[in-house]
């Protein structure tokens, strides 16, 4: 068979596109949503964030899961928590920022090393696996483990990227001072507000990351001769 297995790459292919375009869309709308109900947001995430905080607890109690890997992600989601002080406002350089993103790498790399541990070999010869559960017949299944990084290990930290506003893309106002480390006076804010009319005062990191994307693909598609650019902007 020739034609099959083509179309079974093409159909790979196109359905990859749409779910990154599906994934893309999703992001900017809810960007979009943060950006109209910035308290709303806050507060769902401050209780989220508890809430992954009260899941590990009782993982660590009930299911015996790995103390230190537990303190690991709770202390984590309590750096996360930080990051909600001038929400959604966010400085990249920010020590707390940066923290963030390597403890986010930090411990999907230790939870992953954790549950693909191989199995060891008993005496009689069967397999058995017991870093934290008594029993093997509690050995997690992969929609277990898949629930445990989408919830526990990668929600807060995607929440938080989809709702905090990246201090590059703000304009300056009053109370920016945190994000663009220059003072601001009122009337400075006047003329810029007047000379940047139709810009949004602020910009979430996962639109800035969809526009940046959505405009580099027109600018290289345009230099490459996949479609003409439109140039009645220029007059």
């Given at each position: 068979?020739w034609?099959?297995?083509l179309?079974?790459?093409?159909?790979?292919?196109?359905g990859?596109?749409f779910?990154?375009l599906?994934i893309a869309?999703?992001l900017?709308?809810l960007?979009?949503?943060v950006?109209?109900?910035?308290?709303?947001?806050?507060?769902?995430?401050?209780?989220?964030i508890?809430?992954?905080?009260?899941i590990?607890?009782l993982?660590s109690?009930v299911?015996?899961f790995?103390?230190?890997?537990?303190?690991l992600?709770?202390?984590s989601h309590?750096?996360?928590?930080?990051?909600?002080?001038?929400?959604p406002?966010v400085?990249?350089?920010d020590p707390?920022?940066v923290?963030?993103?390597?403890?986010v790498g930090?411990?999907?790399w230790?939870?992953?090393?954790?549950?693909?541990?191989?199995l060891?070999t008993?005496?009689?010869?069967t397999?058995?696996r017991?870093?934290?559960?008594?029993?093997?017949d509690?050995m997690?299944?992969f929609?277990?483990?898949a629930?445990?990084?989408?919830l526990?290990?990668w929600?807060?930290p995607f929440?938080?990227f989809?709702?905090?506003?990246?201090?590059?893309?703000?304009?300056?106002?009053?109370?920016s001072e945190?994000a663009?480390?220059?003072?601001?006076?009122?009337?400075?804010?006047?003329?810029?507000?007047?000379?940047?009319?139709?810009?949004?005062?602020?910009?979430?990191m996962a639109?800035?990351?969809?526009?940046?994307?959505?405009?580099w693909v027109r600018?290289?598609?345009e230099?490459m001769?996949?479609w003409k650019?439109?140039h009645s902007?220029r007059?």
């Open positions: 068979m034609v099959l297995p179309l079974g790459y093409l159909g790979v292919i196109v990859f596109s779910l990154t599906a869309s999703g900017y709308y960007s979009e949503l950006e109209e109900h910035t308290v709303l947001a806050r507060r769902l995430l401050t209780r989220l508890y809430g992954v905080v009260l590990q607890i993982l109690v299911d015996r790995p103390l230190s890997l537990s303190l992600s709770i202390g309590l750096v996360y928590a930080s990051n909600l002080r001038r929400f406002i400085k990249l350089s707390l920022f923290l963030s993103c390597v403890l930090l411990n999907h230790l939870w992953f090393r954790h549950f693909s541990r191989p060891p008993s005496r009689a010869g397999n058995w017991n870093p934290y559960q008594v029993d093997v509690d997690p299944t929609t277990e483990v629930s445990y990084f989408g526990c290990v929600l807060v929440s938080l989809v709702s905090l506003s990246a201090g590059d893309n703000i304009l300056p106002s009053m109370g945190y663009t480390g220059e003072h601001v006076s009122t009337a400075g804010f006047a003329n810029n507000a007047l000379s940047s009319e139709g810009k949004s005062k602020n910009k979430g639109k800035a990351l969809v526009d940046g994307t959505r405009d600018e290289n598609g230099l001769g996949f650019g439109d902007k007059f």
